[in-house]
């Protein structure tokens, strides 16, 4: 079931009409109103029969929700209203589903959502600083231009997600899930991604600026004009990652072995020391 039906069938929720969510129908926009009507029918006999029999019917239908677009949004509106109100009661939201959720340019700073289901939800623009997001789950999910400055990703799984612009800053993501991550133009100078696996994500242009990547796969990733200046790179996996204009001045524990297993590395950017050490000639 997905996460607007969850919403419409919830104690909480009634029809237009102020009939319960449980005797509601929901039909797409594409059902004809001769169909609906013939649903109705149809269900509402049924359910004359089991009254009949002295058997309680699983479903009782009196009314049928159209879900034109435009009701859609309100819906999912009255989510998104109903999760800010928990937030702002201090209502603990870990664990939700929430997949699918539209939570664009959402305001929620501070809260927490922990082990939370978030794949496939779209929250480009929000504010998600200082987020607790350990072990949630949003493979898939859109945070483009989101602000995740300082939030705790722990564990979580952004397989596939759409990061592009989103802002990381000293945010914790630890043991995290990235693979196929799209993070081009990313700001995460001052991340911990310890053990974190970014392989096959896409690193171009992203601020990587004192970002520690110990012991974290960046193999097959795509580094191309991204700022690893002062980035810690002990034991990280650099295998045939894309290394095109990266700037590796200052970085600290890059090993010529690592260097070397990725792509172009020889065009990248390192000091004059490492430089030498690598065999190029002084840019």
């Known amino acids: 079931m997905d996460t607007l039906s969850q ?8 029809s237009p009409s102020g009939i319960p969510a449980e005797d509601v129908i929901c039909v797409d926009s594409e059902t004809s109103k001769n169909e609906q009507k013939d649903l109705a029918f149809t269900m509402a006999e049924h359910d004359a029969v089991d009254e009949s029999e002295n058997i309680q019917s699983a479903l009782t239908v009196t009314y049928v929700v159209d879900l ?7 819906n999912v509106s009255h989510l998104e209203n109903n999760i800010l109100e928990n937030i702002s009661d201090g209502k603990d939201l870990s664990g939700l ?3 699918g959720a539209n939570l664009k340019n959402t305001n929620l700073s501070g809260a927490n959502l922990s082990g939370v289901d978030l794949s496939d939800a779209n929250l480009s623009g929000a504010n998600l600083s200082n987020v607790n997001l350990s072990g949630a789950k949003l493979s898939g999910a859109i945070l483009i231009n989101a602000d995740l400055t300082g939030a705790d990703l722990w564990g979580a799984d952004l397989s596939n997600a759409d990061m592009i612009n989103v802002v990381l800053k000293r945010a914790n993501i630890s043991g995290a899930i990235l693979s196929s991550a799209d993070l081009s133009n990313a700001n995460l100078s001052g991340a911990d991604l310890s053990s974190a696996d970014l392989s096959s994500a896409d690193l171009w242009s992203a601020d990587l600026s004192s970002a520690d990547f ?3 796969d960046l193999s097959g990733a795509i580094l191309n004009r991204a700022d690893l200046i002062n980035a810690n790179l002990t034991l990280t996996n650099l295998n045939d990652a894309d ?6 001045t200052l970085a600290k524990n890059i090993t010529i072995k690592n260097i070397k297993e990725a792509f172009n590395w020889e065009q990248a950017k390192y000091n004059p020391i490492f430089r030498k050490r690598l065999g190029l000639l002084a840019a």
């Open 214 to 216: 110990w012991d974290a």
């Open 243 to 248: 290394l095109t204009l990266a700037d590796f």
């Open 97 to 99: 589903d929430l997949s």
């Open 7 to 14: 919403w419409l069938k919830s104690d909480e929720v009634t």
């Open 68 to 74: 034109e677009p435009t009701a859609e949004i309100d």
